[in-house]
């Protein structure tokens, strides 16, 4: 990720920093590499010309016609957009550390619940083979299975491939601060 200050992606990279996980990537950046680097890598991504876009689906198609040649995405927005046309042309490509920051989505049960039973049961569901390969399997979700034995849709790389920063998710509950630190570097107005 902190090559893409280098000179030589000047004007060729896109990012929506209004974008939820774009914001959770800056937050993990933050907790992984500190506050500094973080600033320096925001600074030095907008002096080298970096591309701004409303949304994820703005950069793929930015790529797809060649205006950028990297939009920092998730994943699953390209493979929507080769689910309409397989030959769209664009790849992604899995950075490492950092970069690879995977978002997890989550369920709990409230200990404060009158239905337990439905609770789990529910918990239950989306943990099992079929609802975890509907979020895999299906390119508007395609995202990486939790449950052992399912795979991810191809082309992705299995969990283990993934070179995934070594954070507690946990830590990214500094949204204020990354809201704060892009709108002070002029990411955010």
């Avoid at 506050?35 to 591309?51: F, K, P, S, Y």
């Amino acid at each position: 990720m902190f090559d893409l200050t280098d000179e030589q992606y000047a004007g060729r990279v896109g990012w929506a920093p209004t974008n939820g996980s774009f914001q959770s990537f800056v937050t993990a950046m933050r907790v992984v590499e500190g506050e500094d680097a973080t600033r320096a890598w925001l600074q030095g991504m907008i002096a080298n010309d970096v591309q701004v876009f409303q949304n994820n689906s703005s950069q793929v198609e930015a790529t797809g016609r060649g205006e950028i040649d990297f939009g920092l995405v998730n994943h699953y927005y390209l493979l929507r957009f080769l689910a309409e046309a397989p030959d769209f042309p664009a790849a992604n490509h899995f950075p490492s550390g950092v970069g690879a920051l995977l978002n997890v989505a989550g369920v709990g049960v409230l200990g404060s619940t009158e239905q337990q039973d439905a609770a789990d049961q529910f918990v239950a569901y989306l943990l099992s083979d079929e609802t975890q390969e509907y979020f895999s399997q299906v390119a508007d979700e395609a995202e990486f299975p939790l449950v052992a034995g399912v795979e991810a849709m191809a082309p992705l790389p299995s969990l283990e491939e993934i070179d995934a920063p070594d954070v507690d998710l946990n830590e990214l509950a500094d949204l204020e601060g990354t809201l704060q630190l892009l709108t002070e570097v002029g990411a955010l107005s």
